[in-house]
DNA sequence: GATGCGTGGGA
DNA sequence: TTCCCAAGCAT
């Protein structure tokens, strides 16, 4: 097994991508921005957001006292805008419990709104240099193949994933730090859930999937793919690229192209319940002020 | 523990 | 074209 670490963070040390949240004048509150950035949305679109945004609000301070209509605007495209929303939360509770300044503690991180166990850990190892067990979904599929043999993690992360990768991470903070970048690395660009780089892999020698000659995914049945076609999800999105690019209230009439009636009125009232948007006295919606 | 939550690019 | 999926979180 450190081999594996080792191995695994030496070619990191060389095969690094340059990015900005990585960057030596890098901030604290610049790592927990890209973090919750990085949720569920690949680096190339964070990317120039992340540049934009933090040229505009380089601290929770910034971020707290920003209108929420430029908050929505600015995480444009991004997805998932609710994201937005905690991300300015979590800005006011770190000047409100924190002075201004992000934790180190991961307790007080896994505290703030929109920080989960994944990326209250690697705030406290990429922002801070600490040991912490970073967990993504790029370390998963990292420990599945080359540790555990199989081609894909189960659905949904495991008690027994959280032990292997407990029992990876190095004692030293350093070199904690170092494995959790290095291995999320590995993932991300060498050990990519489709078409894995198996000739640019530095573990491929010890890699027990591949030495078990590449057994297929046993979960692939259980993997729903996720329709996306008259979602729920699909015309909220609609309706919020709509009033990002509104420049005052919408009415509801033109907001109909976004689905149908009944399923309009539904997304429409989960928008405001979710505080992503409001109404005014004339039932025009908006970007919440 | 299962669901709901956006978006766009690559194979 | 269709399908898959990308540094998860909250409920």
Do not use: K
């Amino acid at each position: 097994m450190d081999a594996l670490v080792e191995r695994v963070t030496a070619w990191f040390a060389d095969a690094a991508r340059d990015l900005p949240w990585r960057a030596p004048d890098r901030t604290p509150w610049g790592v927990l921005v890209s973090e919750v950035m990085l949720q569920q949305t690949p680096v190339v679109r964070v990317e120039p957001v992340w540049r934009e945004w933090m040229g505009r609000w380089p601290s929770p301070a910034d971020l707290a006292a920003a209108p929420t209509p430029e908050v929505l605007r600015a995480w444009g495209r991004l997805g998932y805008p609710r994201r937005a929303l905690r991300l300015a939360d979590c800005a006011r509770a770190i000047v409100e419990r924190h002075g201004g300044a992000v934790p180190s503690d991961e307790e007080a991180l896994r505290a703030l709104p929109g920080v989960g166990e994944y990326t209250a850990a690697a705030v406290r190892a990429f922002a801070f240099g600490r040991r912490a067990v970073v967990v993504d979904t790029n370390v998963r599929r990292v420990q599945a193949r080359t540790v555990t043999g199989d081609a894909l993690p189960a659905p949904s992360y495991t008690a027994a994933e959280r032990r292997l990768a407990t029992s990876l991470v190095p004692d030293g903070d350093t070199d904690a730090a170092a494995w959790a970048a290095a291995s999320m690395e590995l993932g991300a660009v060498v050990c990519t859930a489709r078409v894995p780089r198996c000739d640019a892999c530095p573990v491929r020698d010890l890699c027990a999937w591949r030495l078990a000659g590449f057994p297929p995914d046993e979960h692939a049945h259980r993997r729903r793919t996720q329709s996306w076609d008259g979602t729920d999800r699909q015309v909220r999105g609609r309706v919020m690229a709509t009033l990002r690019g509104a420049d005052g209230p919408v009415p509801r009439a033109l907001l109909t192209d976004a689905g149908p009636e009944a399923q309009l009125d539904r997304c429409l009232a989960g928008l405001v319940e979710d505080g992503l948007a409001e109404t005014d006295d004339a039932g025009r919606f908006m970007l919440p002020v």
